[in-house]
């Protein structure tokens, strides 16, 4: 399994993220995130979000 963020932390990567369950589970939702930007609320407490796609357009990448 994947690593789960918490709302509120930094992006480790640009990308898709999917909202997970307190348990891990599927919720069908996903948001975009900005690798360093504070990933955003979730729609209920104890969820949180996994990386489902990460970009492939070199965003984040250091010169």
């Known amino acids: 399994m994947s ?3 918490k709302p509120g932390q930094s992006a480790p990567v640009s990308g898709e993220y999917e909202i997970v369950g307190p348990r891990g589970g599927d919720t069908g939702r996903e948001r ?5 930007k504070p990933l955003p609320p979730t729609p209920k407490p104890g969820q949180g979000y996994v990386v489902h796609r990460p970009a492939h357009n070199g965003a984040g990448k250091k010169r």
Do not use: F, S
């Open 3 to 5: 690593k789960v963020y």
């Open 32 to 36: 975009t995130a900005v690798q360093g």
